[in-house]
């Protein structure tokens, strides 16, 4: 007799307490909550063979994008495997188990794909659903994000017990794929059923950065205080966006403060809180701040990850750490790894080809001060840079250093060019923007002066 999850989809399961326990896990998943490794555990502590839950955490583990984890994964794929031999699964849980094998085979998209030709089937799915989300988040597809969400999305009532979390992600789709208009409304939308959504809190929160209202931003996520705090290093992202509204409206002093007090309160080289802290610095440091000895600490750890590979938008951050840390050696062979992987038949090898090489390779010109290099390097990539995954915000840290190193290499044209592209992008202007346009306008300005024939000193006879 096999036992139903709390979405009404049957499991190979008939523990009724490892069932609660995978209950507990699913929803802690849904609001990123710090308490799912510890339900997962117990979980599988009560049902060694639930290969479902097996196969969820491998695909936990490949989502954090850590070379370790690869190994615990592929021991939760044989054992999953073993486990289906004794006991049929269903079609559900296979799919889950397949997208984990395909995965590390090199095909995160597979995985998606798998996961959404699941979720047409049971597209009350929550868990489903959420996993696709994720996976396509990594692989920086936006419309397959949205995509997945609309097929399923009038399956969905409001007695669903997943409905909050559908909500946040369709918000987070929808912000990513322009409609900030509606992305705000469904983010605000599902708070009302799942207040512990911070995916949707965020989501909101992407909206007003994107549109340029950092400080209505700012008062959204100072008024929601508890809709992050049970979060497990997703938290820290959430403060880094209110770091993000407090360097747009000028209060340098409070992004930075939160950046210790918060954004780096642990030092972790978890690949997300290294992401924050080095586009947080880079922020800073193009808005004339001195950010003292902080890239250090990041760059130490950043060194330890070099040969991670695992997540071409982990490698450049990690890669701007070593770059501003000091750190020579361990940027030369983070970039070999890039140019070797560039190489591989694998989405991770597509990725790194069209986005993640060339743009590594500006990074270290722009470093090295070789400013127009840097800047034929960086927009060579800039269409494709979508790929290495994250959000625009997220992705905005690399349009901003290719901006700066437009105007250094004395290109005030193509500087603009690109500035009111990442506006109409955005929807709106922000502190940045105006402040390089206006830098843009003067250096025109000078330009003129310089090529006025009539200002030129003129010999006497």
Known sequence: MRLSDQFGYDLTLTDKDALAAWNETVRAFLAHGKTTPTHLETCLTLAPDFALAHAARGLFCLLLGRKELYHTARECLSIARASAKERPLTDRETAIVDALDAWLQGFPSRSADLLDASLVKVPEDTLTMKLVHAIRFVLGDSVGMRQS????????????????????????????????????????????????????????????????????????????PDGWAHCNNFGYHVWWHLALMYLDQGEADKALALYDTDIRKDKTDDYRDISNAASLLVRLELDGV??????????????????????????????LALLNGGRRMGADRLLAGLKQRAQSETDIGRITAEAGLPTGLGLEQYRKGNYASAFTLLTSARDNLYLVGGSHAQRDVFERITIDAALRAGLPGDAERLIKSRSQKRGALDRFAEQRLDTCEKMHRAQEVMQDKKLRATGSV
Not at 302 to 317: I, Q
Request: net charge negative; glycine share 12%; with cysteine.
């Open 149 to 224: 969400i609309e097929r399923v999305f009038s399956a969905y009532s409001e007695h669903h017990p997943g409905y909050g979390y559908l909500m946040g992600c369709r918000a987070f789709s929808l912000e990513e794929t322009g409609e900030y208009r509606l992305a705000e409304a469904s983010g605000r939308r599902g708070l009302e059923f799942a207040r512990d959504d911070a995916w949707g809190l965020h989501a909101v929160a992407h909206v007003h950065d994107m549109t340029g209202r950092s400080e209505e931003g700012a008062g959204w996520l100072e008024n929601h």
């Open 290 to 319: 001195d950010t003292g000895s902080r890239w250090d600490e990041l760059a130490l750890l950043s060194d330890k990850r070099a040969e991670d590979g695992c997540n071409v938008f982990a490698d450049l951050h990690y890669l």
